[in-house]
């Protein structure tokens, strides 16, 4: 077990540093969210806005601090930007699922719809993105 870690120690500090951005990156969507909700903005144009704000934090964070990724390239604009619209479809999805469907309370359909979006965006973050 050890050495699987000792081999692995590399990555696992990137996802423990990529899920603490995330957190941030979360706590500004949700506050984006439900600001822009209780002003009578419809769910799904206050997803658009905040999830574009906890992206844009993210692209900062991770590119700088997680992944040390130092050069900056149109490609990889274009790859972060394919996995967040991705991201952000799947959170879409649920969310209508959810909350437009199946009335399920904004909040925790917001909560599943985070959850739901977090693997992708990892993955694509680290094997594709910031590789």
Request: hydrophobic content about 55%; charged content about 10%; aromatic content about 12%.
């Amino acid at each position: 077990m050890r050495q699987l870690i000792e081999l692995h120690r590399h990555s696992i500090g990137e996802f423990l540093k990529f899920v603490l951005v995330g957190l941030l990156n979360t706590g500004i969507d949700v506050a984006f969210f439900f600001l822009l909700t209780w002003f009578g903005i419809s769910f799904v144009v206050a997803q658009i806005v905040s999830y574009s704000c906890g992206a844009s934090n993210s692209y900062l964070l991770n590119k700088i601090w997680t992944f040390r990724s130092s050069s900056l390239s149109y490609g990889e604009i274009v790859r972060f930007t394919v996995v967040n619209l991705i991201s952000l479809g799947i959170s879409i999805v649920v969310l209508t699922l959810l909350h437009g469907r199946a009335g399920l309370e904004l909040t925790a359909a917001k909560g599943v719809a985070t959850v739901c979006a977090l693997a992708v965006n990892f993955l694509g973050n680290k094997l594709w993105v910031f590789k």
